[in-house]
């Protein structure tokens, strides 16, 4: 199946500083990239994503950039806050709809 | 507010002893995916259903996990017998093919003692 990898583990950054979060894949085949944020006890929910026909997207303070040639993507937060805490997954969906993710980077803010 | 449910949310079990856990996809979704999360090893995909067929289940150990959808509205996976090294949070989510998202389930916290 797909093998999705990503880095940094753990990640701190000062408050207002930029985030940046980077996986790579391995299945060429795979055509769509989301993001999902998991909070402390909670649910992983989806903040972004980004479909293979297109190489940057941004919604307000995050952004993803996808490379398909080097099958590498990229999750860009700027102006950082405390709320942004939390554990990030990056993931691929394969030609068969089937979904992987990453091992989670665990991103704190710091006042 | 359609949400994916799963029951139950909290499960501590002795080691041998038979678990289910349950998970309600939303209405009208056409896959369903069952992961593990531990510290370790982030989200691992234990099994992905697609119209209720079992598309993939090659993550899931095979001697004593199984996973099944005997209806579009419920998905099961089932330990049988538990280990302590089954303890983990077991997430349930579900989409649809076309749109690519998946929504997860708040999860069963499974410890075995």
């Known amino acids: 199946g797909e093998n999705v990898e990503q880095h940094p583990s753990t990640l701190s950054v000062q408050e207002g500083d930029s985030a940046v979060i980077k996986c790579t894949y391995s299945d060429s085949a795979s055509n769509y990239f989301p993001w999902y944020k998991q909070e402390l006890g909670k649910r992983p929910q989806l903040i972004i994503d980004i479909r293979s026909n297109v190489g940057e997207k941004k919604d307000q303070r995050i952004a993803v950039t996808l490379n398909k040639t080097a099958k590498h993507f990229s999750l860009h937060i700027t102006e950082t806050q405390p709320e942004d805490s939390a554990v990030y997954f990056c993931?691929?969906?394969?030609?068969?709809?089937?979904?992987?993710f990453g091992t989670g980077t665990r991103l704190t803010v710091i006042p | 507010d359609a949400r994916v449910t799963q029951t139950p949310r909290h499960k501590v079990t002795e080691m041998g002893q038979e678990v289910t856990m349950r998970c309600q996809p939303i209405l009208g979704h056409n896959t369903v995916f069952w992961y593990r999360q531990t510290m370790m090893q982030g989200l691992e995909l234990l099994a992905y259903f697609r119209n209720r067929a079992p598309l993939d289940d090659s993550g899931m150990p095979k001697d004593r996990f199984s996973a099944e959808m005997p209806d579009a509205t419920l998905a099961t996976l089932k330990i049988q017998p538990s280990e302590p090294r089954d303890s983990a949070v077991y997430f349930c989510?579900?989409?649809?093919?076309?749109?690519?998202?998946?929504?997860f389930g708040q999860g069963t916290r499974l410890t075995v003692v």
């Open positions: 993931a691929a969906v394969t030609g068969a709809n089937n979904l992987f």
């Open positions: 989510a579900s989409g649809l093919v076309r749109a690519n998202e998946a929504f």
